[in-house]
């Protein structure tokens, strides 16, 4: 369905406009309010009735000297209650701020989900989901495009001396208040029909993938691949590799030089699951597995905000992956790049094999690269199930022009000063 593919694609003022779920969700999330029932009533009634009097005197000619103290008493009242919920309402409106422009998108992707015709039974379930959105939505977007332009110049006047901010946040609120759980449902559904969208559209542009075959009925983690590359790269630029975890080898430790590919083999390897889990095609060109769990610990940052340093962060990523492989005994699959990079070589030693043997012991199947040489003696523990491969340049000559193939061994080359020597850092 390209027509519908692209039409979803093209959704918004602005090609590919992104809309982010958790705007959304923070929105419905935030506390509530929580006005009295009787003061959305009570304020407009007072606006309404100054402004009825204003009207009334400006038809009929009255004496404004007798109008002009029953209007200044009334928006008096008003006035009072608006600053009474100034906090609260400044809340509700700040809360809404990050929805402007979003609702619109999302009530016209629903549209197109509820208008179109399926036959699959989960597209057709998807669209009774999301039945009535369309008039609340519209609702709701309008109300936005009021808190948007409420503070414009030639309103902003008109606003205050109605109210118009304590107005919207009772309207706002009250929305919430009827729409929660709906909204929560169409987020859900076209959540889900934006993942569905995207496996097909990577389908239909990649004819040349296959469906891996899905082992559930065996009790140990397992990978086949044949002929994988990184789904993201070009078909003419992929180079294929061949992965077997499982049976007599549960863990690959890759050495290599930089820029060898190691940790693009890394990911390739996550994401074919990924794809292959979530029903789609992955790039293979035979993929046999068990229903992997994922553990990756792939490009670990430094948190200023939080005071952690990369390695505080990757010591707590890799206690996450240790817990998740104890749940999930035999289906774990472990992913790990440049492990404890940021230590010395032999606490790197010590702590990697920790880690190492934790995961097996918990019949964990995966890889980990590294630069350095000490971590190859890992795969040579006779109690270890692992075999050491790496990726380096076939031609000892010219250390950088790499065929990013896997292979058997450990690295032998370096190319650090080549890289140097790139920049003009080194005349060695």
Known sequence: MIDLREQIALLGRFRFEDVPA??????????????????????????????????????????????LPVIGALIAAQGAICLWLYDRVRVELEAAQSLIGQTSILREGLRTLRQTSFLAPALCVLQSQ?????????????????????????IYPMSLLIGGGTHIAFALERWKQHFDVPMRQWLAAWAEFEGLLALATYAAEHDENVYPQIMDDTAEAQFEAEGMTHPLLALGNAVP?????????????????????KSTLLRAVGANVVLGLAGAPVAARTLKMSALRIGASLSIQDSLADGKSKFLAEVERLGEILTLAGEARGQTLFLMDEIFSGTNSLDRRIAAEAVLRGLLASE???????????????????????????????????????????????????????????LGLTHG
Do not use: C
């Open 130 to 154: 999301v039945r009535g959105e369309d008039n609340a939505l519209q609702r709701l977007e309008f109300y936005l495009k009021v808190v948007e332009h409420r503070t414009k110049e030639w």
């Open 364 to 422: 964990s199947v995966g890889a980990l690269s590294t630069h350095d040489l000490a971590l190859a003696e890992l795969a040579e523990i006779s109690e270890l199930p692992g075999r050491n491969v790496h990726m380096a340049s076939p031609d000892e000559a010219n250390p950088l022009a790499f065929d990013y193939l896997l292979k058997p061994g450990i690295n032998q080359t370096t190319n650090g000063l080549a890289i140097v020597r790139l």
């Open 241 to 261: 590799n061949d992965v077997v975890l499982g049976g007599s080898v549960k863990f690959l430790l890759i050495s290599g030089s930089n820029m060898a590919g």
């Open 22 to 67: 958790e705007s959304f969700d923070r929105w419905l999330e935030a506390e509530h309010s929580n006005f009295p029932s009787w003061l959305p009533w009570t304020l407009s009634l007072l606006t309404f009735v100054w402004m009825a009097v204003a009207l009334l005197g400006r038809i009929q000619h009255r004496d404004w000297d007798h109008l």
